[in-house]
Protein backbone atom coordinates (compact mmCIF):
# COMPACT_ATOMS: atom_id res chain seq x y z
CA UNK A 1 0.00 0.00 0.00
CA UNK A 2 1.27 3.39 -0.66
CA UNK A 3 2.33 5.61 2.19
CA UNK A 4 -0.62 8.43 1.84
CA UNK A 5 -2.75 5.73 2.88
CA UNK A 6 -0.52 4.84 6.01
CA UNK A 7 0.38 7.48 7.20
CA UNK A 8 -1.72 10.90 6.53
CA UNK A 9 -2.94 12.60 9.93
CA UNK A 10 -4.25 15.35 8.10
CA UNK A 11 -7.22 14.02 6.50
CA UNK A 12 -10.56 14.86 8.02
CA UNK A 13 -13.38 12.53 8.50
CA UNK A 14 -15.98 13.54 5.40
CA UNK A 15 -19.32 13.78 6.99
CA UNK A 16 -20.78 12.42 3.44
CA UNK A 17 -22.71 9.52 1.99
CA UNK A 18 -19.65 8.32 0.11
CA UNK A 19 -18.75 4.94 -0.02
CA UNK A 20 -15.57 3.63 -1.52
CA UNK A 21 -15.26 0.24 -3.17
CA UNK A 22 -12.35 -1.68 -3.89
CA UNK A 23 -12.05 -4.79 -6.52
CA UNK A 24 -9.30 -5.88 -9.34
CA UNK A 25 -13.01 -7.76 -10.36
CA UNK A 26 -14.29 -5.40 -12.74
CA UNK A 27 -17.78 -7.08 -13.02
CA UNK A 28 -18.01 -7.19 -9.10
CA UNK A 29 -17.06 -3.43 -8.83
CA UNK A 30 -19.77 -2.55 -11.71
CA UNK A 31 -22.50 -4.49 -9.87
CA UNK A 32 -21.91 -3.03 -6.21
CA UNK A 33 -21.05 0.53 -7.88
CA UNK A 34 -24.89 0.35 -9.69
CA UNK A 35 -26.64 -1.05 -6.93
CA UNK A 36 -25.68 1.27 -4.38
CA UNK A 37 -25.86 4.23 -6.88
CA UNK A 38 -29.54 5.91 -6.06
CA UNK A 39 -27.90 5.25 -1.68
CA UNK A 40 -24.56 6.70 -2.21
CA UNK A 41 -22.01 8.43 -3.31
CA UNK A 42 -19.89 5.17 -5.17
CA UNK A 43 -16.51 5.73 -5.78
CA UNK A 44 -14.75 2.48 -7.37
CA UNK A 45 -11.54 1.80 -7.46
CA UNK A 46 -9.54 -1.61 -8.77
CA UNK A 47 -6.21 -1.19 -7.22
CA UNK A 48 -4.70 0.11 -3.95
CA UNK A 49 -2.63 3.13 -5.36
CA UNK A 50 -5.98 4.66 -6.46
CA UNK A 51 -7.83 3.94 -3.16
CA UNK A 52 -4.88 5.25 -1.28
CA UNK A 53 -4.77 8.85 -3.50
CA UNK A 54 -8.53 8.97 -2.43
CA UNK A 55 -8.08 8.38 0.81
CA UNK A 56 -6.01 10.52 1.33
CA UNK A 57 -8.07 13.56 0.01
CA UNK A 58 -10.86 12.26 2.44
CA UNK A 59 -12.36 9.83 4.36
CA UNK A 60 -15.37 7.88 3.38
CA UNK A 61 -18.77 6.76 5.26
CA UNK A 62 -17.45 2.99 4.84
CA UNK A 63 -15.13 0.93 2.32
CA UNK A 64 -16.22 -1.89 0.77
CA UNK A 65 -13.60 -4.22 -0.06
CA UNK A 66 -13.44 -7.44 -2.05
CA UNK A 67 -11.38 -10.35 -1.09
CA UNK A 68 -10.05 -9.50 -4.86
CA UNK A 69 -7.55 -7.16 -4.26
CA UNK A 70 -4.68 -6.91 -6.78
CA UNK A 71 -0.89 -7.65 -5.59
CA UNK A 72 -1.81 -7.84 -1.39
CA UNK A 73 -5.46 -9.23 -1.72
CA UNK A 74 -9.03 -7.69 0.36
CA UNK A 75 -7.82 -8.68 3.84
CA UNK A 76 -4.53 -7.87 3.96
CA UNK A 77 -5.47 -4.25 2.92
CA UNK A 78 -8.05 -4.83 5.71
CA UNK A 79 -5.55 -5.40 7.89
CA UNK A 80 -3.20 -2.77 7.30
CA UNK A 81 -6.24 0.29 7.65
CA UNK A 82 -7.02 -1.60 11.41
CA UNK A 83 -3.32 -0.85 12.02
CA UNK A 84 -3.53 2.68 10.68
CA UNK A 85 -4.12 5.14 13.53
CA UNK A 86 -6.40 7.58 10.84
CA UNK A 87 -8.07 4.83 9.03
CA UNK A 88 -8.94 2.05 11.66
CA UNK A 89 -12.32 3.99 12.38
CA UNK A 90 -13.55 3.49 8.90
CA UNK A 91 -16.34 1.10 8.81
CA UNK A 92 -15.46 -1.66 6.56
CA UNK A 93 -18.02 -4.51 4.66
CA UNK A 94 -15.83 -7.16 3.14
CA UNK A 95 -17.24 -9.44 0.47
CA UNK A 96 -15.75 -13.17 0.37
CA UNK A 97 -15.96 -16.17 -1.49
CA UNK A 98 -17.54 -18.88 0.52
CA UNK A 99 -14.45 -21.16 -0.13
CA UNK A 100 -12.52 -17.99 1.73
CA UNK A 101 -13.57 -19.59 5.39
CA UNK A 102 -10.29 -18.85 6.67
CA UNK A 103 -10.56 -15.17 5.40
CA UNK A 104 -13.65 -14.85 6.48
CA UNK A 105 -13.17 -16.08 10.22
CA UNK A 106 -10.38 -14.09 10.48
CA UNK A 107 -12.42 -11.10 9.04
CA UNK A 108 -15.00 -11.81 11.70
CA UNK A 109 -12.69 -11.30 14.33
CA UNK A 110 -11.61 -7.61 13.47
CA UNK A 111 -13.00 -4.46 14.67
CA UNK A 112 -15.71 -2.38 12.83
CA UNK A 113 -15.77 -4.74 9.66
CA UNK A 114 -18.64 -6.71 8.47
CA UNK A 115 -18.24 -9.75 6.20
CA UNK A 116 -20.33 -10.94 3.77
CA UNK A 117 -20.09 -14.75 1.78
CA UNK A 118 -20.88 -14.16 -1.82
CA UNK A 119 -23.24 -14.54 -3.35
CA UNK A 120 -24.62 -12.44 -1.12
CA UNK A 121 -28.17 -10.59 -1.56
CA UNK A 122 -28.47 -6.74 -2.52
CA UNK A 123 -30.34 -6.07 0.75
CA UNK A 124 -27.82 -7.66 2.86
CA UNK A 125 -25.36 -5.51 1.32
CA UNK A 126 -27.30 -2.07 1.90
CA UNK A 127 -28.06 -3.43 5.71
CA UNK A 128 -24.09 -4.47 6.17
CA UNK A 129 -23.37 -0.99 5.44
CA UNK A 130 -26.36 0.92 7.30
CA UNK A 131 -25.33 -0.88 10.35
CA UNK A 132 -21.69 0.03 9.61
CA UNK A 133 -22.13 3.63 9.47
CA UNK A 134 -25.10 3.80 12.04
CA UNK A 135 -23.20 1.79 14.76
CA UNK A 136 -20.21 4.35 14.41
CA UNK A 137 -22.81 7.36 14.43
CA UNK A 138 -24.06 6.45 17.35
CA UNK A 139 -21.15 5.65 19.07
CA UNK A 140 -20.19 8.86 19.26
CA UNK A 141 -23.52 9.71 21.23
CA UNK A 142 -21.61 7.90 24.41
CA UNK A 143 -20.03 11.33 24.36
CA UNK A 144 -22.54 13.63 24.66
CA UNK A 145 -24.37 15.29 27.97
CA UNK A 146 -26.71 12.75 29.43
CA UNK A 147 -30.54 14.55 28.29
CA UNK A 148 -29.27 14.82 24.29
CA UNK A 149 -27.66 11.62 24.08
CA UNK A 150 -31.59 10.16 25.47
CA UNK A 151 -33.16 12.54 22.98
CA UNK A 152 -31.19 10.86 20.50
CA UNK A 153 -31.15 6.92 21.44
CA UNK A 154 -34.90 7.19 22.50
CA UNK A 155 -36.05 8.90 19.43
CA UNK A 156 -34.48 6.16 17.25
CA UNK A 157 -35.28 3.34 19.34
CA UNK A 158 -39.34 5.00 19.32
CA UNK A 159 -38.73 5.46 15.21
CA UNK A 160 -37.29 1.50 14.51
CA UNK A 161 -39.98 0.90 16.62
CA UNK A 162 -42.82 2.20 14.28
CA UNK A 163 -40.71 0.48 11.77
CA UNK A 164 -41.77 -2.73 12.99
CA UNK A 165 -45.25 -1.91 14.38
CA UNK A 166 -46.00 -0.83 10.93
CA UNK A 167 -44.70 -4.14 9.17
CA UNK A 168 -46.59 -6.43 11.71
CA UNK A 169 -49.67 -4.10 11.28
CA UNK A 170 -50.13 -3.71 15.03
CA UNK A 171 -50.84 -0.35 17.15
CA UNK A 172 -48.88 2.51 18.27
CA UNK A 173 -48.54 2.59 21.70
CA UNK A 174 -48.57 6.34 21.47
CA UNK A 175 -47.76 7.20 25.63
CA UNK A 176 -44.66 5.35 24.64
CA UNK A 177 -43.75 7.34 21.47
CA UNK A 178 -44.61 10.79 23.68
CA UNK A 179 -42.35 9.74 26.48
CA UNK A 180 -39.59 9.31 24.04
CA UNK A 181 -39.73 12.57 23.06
CA UNK A 182 -39.48 14.25 26.37
CA UNK A 183 -35.65 14.35 26.43
CA UNK A 184 -35.37 16.31 22.97
CA UNK A 185 -38.26 18.62 24.60
CA UNK A 186 -36.15 19.12 27.61
CA UNK A 187 -33.22 19.54 25.22
CA UNK A 188 -34.89 22.23 23.01
CA UNK A 189 -36.47 24.39 25.90
CA UNK A 190 -32.95 24.21 27.75
CA UNK A 191 -31.18 25.79 24.83
CA UNK A 192 -29.04 22.23 23.90
CA UNK A 193 -30.69 21.23 20.59
CA UNK A 194 -27.09 21.80 18.48
CA UNK A 195 -26.23 18.50 20.10
CA UNK A 196 -28.80 16.86 18.46
CA UNK A 197 -28.91 17.89 14.83
CA UNK A 198 -24.79 17.90 15.07
CA UNK A 199 -26.01 13.95 16.55
CA UNK A 200 -27.71 12.81 13.44
CA UNK A 201 -25.22 14.18 11.06
CA UNK A 202 -23.72 10.94 8.79
CA UNK A 203 -26.16 8.61 10.04
CA UNK A 204 -27.73 6.61 7.67
CA UNK A 205 -30.98 6.13 8.16
CA UNK A 206 -32.36 9.36 6.41
CA UNK A 207 -35.94 8.72 7.22
CA UNK A 208 -34.88 8.93 10.76
CA UNK A 209 -32.52 11.95 9.99
CA UNK A 210 -35.13 13.98 8.50
CA UNK A 211 -38.16 13.48 11.53
CA UNK A 212 -35.65 13.91 14.03
CA UNK A 213 -34.69 16.99 12.38
CA UNK A 214 -38.45 18.02 11.90
CA UNK A 215 -38.74 17.02 15.52
CA UNK A 216 -36.18 19.27 16.75
CA UNK A 217 -37.14 22.24 14.20
CA UNK A 218 -40.78 22.19 15.43
CA UNK A 219 -40.09 22.33 18.88
CA UNK A 220 -37.51 24.98 18.93
CA UNK A 221 -40.23 26.59 16.75
CA UNK A 222 -42.89 26.09 19.17
CA UNK A 223 -40.94 27.13 22.42
CA UNK A 224 -39.93 30.16 20.29
CA UNK A 225 -43.28 31.54 19.96
CA UNK A 226 -44.00 30.87 23.55
CA UNK A 227 -45.48 26.90 23.63
CA UNK A 228 -45.71 25.01 26.98
CA UNK A 229 -46.29 21.86 28.18
CA UNK A 230 -48.28 19.67 26.31
CA UNK A 231 -48.33 21.47 23.54
CA UNK A 232 -44.64 21.14 23.13
CA UNK A 233 -44.76 17.50 23.13
CA UNK A 234 -47.16 17.06 20.43
CA UNK A 235 -44.87 19.13 17.99
CA UNK A 236 -41.78 16.61 19.12
CA UNK A 237 -43.83 13.23 18.89
CA UNK A 238 -45.27 14.84 15.21
CA UNK A 239 -42.20 16.06 14.41
CA UNK A 240 -40.96 12.24 14.89
CA UNK A 241 -44.09 10.63 13.09
CA UNK A 242 -45.01 13.01 10.92
CA UNK A 243 -43.75 10.53 7.64
CA UNK A 244 -43.59 7.35 8.97
CA UNK A 245 -46.06 6.30 5.90
CA UNK A 246 -42.23 6.69 3.76
CA UNK A 247 -41.51 3.51 5.25
CA UNK A 248 -44.31 1.72 2.95
CA UNK A 249 -42.61 4.01 -0.32
CA UNK A 250 -40.10 1.91 -2.52
CA UNK A 251 -36.27 2.78 -1.74
CA UNK A 252 -35.56 3.28 -5.47
CA UNK A 253 -38.32 6.31 -5.31
CA UNK A 254 -37.56 8.09 -1.34
CA UNK A 255 -34.06 8.20 -2.99
CA UNK A 256 -34.33 8.84 -6.76
CA UNK A 257 -31.33 11.74 -7.55
CA UNK A 258 -33.61 13.31 -10.01
CA UNK A 259 -36.82 14.50 -10.50
CA UNK A 260 -39.70 12.19 -9.91
CA UNK A 261 -41.96 10.92 -13.22
CA UNK A 262 -45.70 11.73 -12.83
CA UNK A 263 -45.92 7.77 -11.67
CA UNK A 264 -43.36 8.00 -9.27
CA UNK A 265 -44.51 11.19 -7.95
CA UNK A 266 -48.14 9.68 -6.87
CA UNK A 267 -46.09 6.80 -4.77
CA UNK A 268 -43.78 9.35 -3.44
CA UNK A 269 -47.08 11.43 -1.96
CA UNK A 270 -49.04 8.48 -0.58
CA UNK A 271 -46.86 8.71 2.33
CA UNK A 272 -49.11 10.82 3.57
CA UNK A 273 -52.35 8.58 3.73
CA UNK A 274 -49.94 5.81 4.29
CA UNK A 275 -49.13 7.70 7.47
CA UNK A 276 -52.67 8.96 8.53
CA UNK A 277 -53.95 5.06 8.06
CA UNK A 278 -51.21 4.14 10.31
CA UNK A 279 -51.83 7.20 12.41
CA UNK A 280 -56.42 6.31 12.63
CA UNK A 281 -55.00 2.78 13.88
CA UNK A 282 -53.64 4.54 17.07
CA UNK A 283 -55.56 5.04 20.01
CA UNK A 284 -55.07 8.06 22.03
CA UNK A 285 -53.40 10.17 19.63
CA UNK A 286 -53.33 13.63 20.16
CA UNK A 287 -55.80 15.46 17.07
CA UNK A 288 -52.30 17.91 16.85
CA UNK A 289 -50.13 14.63 15.91
CA UNK A 290 -52.54 14.05 12.97
CA UNK A 291 -52.50 17.42 12.04
CA UNK A 292 -48.89 17.51 11.25
CA UNK A 293 -48.43 14.43 9.80
CA UNK A 294 -52.04 14.91 7.84
CA UNK A 295 -51.44 18.28 6.36
CA UNK A 296 -47.80 19.36 6.18
CA UNK A 297 -47.85 19.28 2.44
CA UNK A 298 -50.70 21.84 1.77
CA UNK A 299 -50.53 24.67 1.14
CA UNK A 300 -52.24 28.06 1.75
CA UNK A 301 -53.67 28.63 -2.24
CA UNK A 302 -54.87 24.90 -1.77
CA UNK A 303 -52.72 23.50 -4.36
CA UNK A 304 -50.84 20.81 -1.92
CA UNK A 305 -51.82 17.85 -0.93
CA UNK A 306 -53.53 15.07 -0.03
CA UNK A 307 -56.41 17.14 1.01
CA UNK A 308 -56.42 20.70 -0.95
CA UNK A 309 -56.76 22.25 2.28
CA UNK A 310 -56.84 26.33 1.67
CA UNK A 311 -56.31 29.24 3.85
CA UNK A 312 -58.31 29.15 7.01
CA UNK A 313 -58.59 25.36 6.53
CA UNK A 314 -55.22 25.38 7.93
CA UNK A 315 -55.02 25.73 11.48
CA UNK A 316 -51.26 27.51 13.02
CA UNK A 317 -50.20 23.50 13.16
CA UNK A 318 -50.61 22.58 10.32
CA UNK A 319 -48.70 26.32 9.04
CA UNK A 320 -46.04 25.58 11.17
CA UNK A 321 -45.60 22.56 10.30
CA UNK A 322 -45.29 23.28 6.50
CA UNK A 323 -42.41 25.77 7.38
CA UNK A 324 -40.43 23.15 9.14
CA UNK A 325 -40.77 20.28 6.50
CA UNK A 326 -39.60 22.34 3.53
CA UNK A 327 -36.34 24.17 5.80
CA UNK A 328 -35.98 20.43 7.14
CA UNK A 329 -36.06 19.13 3.71
CA UNK A 330 -33.97 21.61 2.03
CA UNK A 331 -30.95 21.76 4.62
CA UNK A 332 -30.93 18.19 4.78
CA UNK A 333 -28.12 15.85 3.59
CA UNK A 334 -29.48 13.52 0.86
CA UNK A 335 -26.85 11.18 -1.38
CA UNK A 336 -27.35 13.27 -3.71
CA UNK A 337 -26.92 16.74 -2.57
CA UNK A 338 -24.99 18.38 0.02
CA UNK A 339 -27.18 20.42 2.72
CA UNK A 340 -28.63 23.93 2.05
CA UNK A 341 -27.07 26.75 4.16
CA UNK A 342 -30.12 28.04 5.94
CA UNK A 343 -29.78 31.47 4.45
CA UNK A 344 -30.53 29.91 1.35
CA UNK A 345 -32.57 27.81 2.51
CA UNK A 346 -34.88 30.87 3.93
CA UNK A 347 -34.27 32.91 0.53
CA UNK A 348 -36.00 30.37 -1.34
CA UNK A 349 -38.95 29.56 1.53
CA UNK A 350 -39.17 33.74 1.07
CA UNK A 351 -39.66 33.28 -2.96
CA UNK A 352 -41.99 30.03 -2.14
CA UNK A 353 -44.88 33.29 -1.87
CA UNK A 354 -48.05 33.38 0.40
CA UNK A 355 -49.24 31.01 -1.61
CA UNK A 356 -47.47 28.09 0.11
CA UNK A 357 -46.29 29.03 3.42
CA UNK A 358 -47.75 31.53 5.73
CA UNK A 359 -45.79 34.62 6.14
CA UNK A 360 -46.70 35.48 9.37
CA UNK A 361 -45.25 31.89 10.64
CA UNK A 362 -42.06 32.43 7.70
CA UNK A 363 -40.85 35.75 9.90
CA UNK A 364 -41.06 34.35 13.19
CA UNK A 365 -39.15 31.29 11.80
CA UNK A 366 -36.84 33.82 10.47
CA UNK A 367 -36.55 35.67 13.41
CA UNK A 368 -35.54 32.15 15.27
CA UNK A 369 -32.53 31.56 12.63
CA UNK A 370 -31.09 34.97 13.09
CA UNK A 371 -31.45 34.46 16.79
CA UNK A 372 -29.79 30.74 17.18
CA UNK A 373 -25.75 31.75 16.99
CA UNK A 374 -23.85 30.59 13.61
CA UNK A 375 -25.57 29.43 10.78
CA UNK A 376 -22.82 26.65 10.78
CA UNK A 377 -24.32 24.74 13.43
CA UNK A 378 -27.79 24.69 12.32
CA UNK A 379 -27.78 21.87 9.90
FE1 LIG B 1 -43.90 14.40 4.21
FE1 LIG C 1 -41.11 15.46 6.00
Redesign the pocket.
Known amino acids: MDKAVLTDPEVKTANRTDIFVISSHAKHLHDISKALMSFYIVHAFNDVGQLSEALSAFHPTAIIVDDEVSRMGGLDLIQKMRRTPSLNLIPIVFTAKNTSLEQVTMSQAMPLVRTLVKPYRFSALLKSISDQVNAHVEAQWEMMETTQKTALENTLSSFNSVADLIAEGKELPYNEIQQSCEPLVTAVQSGNFKDLLQGVKGHDNYSYV ?2 LR ?1 ATFLSLFGDHLGIKGNDMSILATGGVL ?2 VG ?1 MMIPHQVLNKPGKLDDDELVVMRSHVTETIDFLNNTPGLPRGVTIIAGQ ?2 EKLDGTGYPYGLKGKELNELARMAAII ?1 VF ?2 LTDRRCYKDPMSPVKAMDIMEDMGAGHLDQHFLLAFKELLLDATSEADMH
Do not use: R, T
Open positions: HSVHDKHHDSA
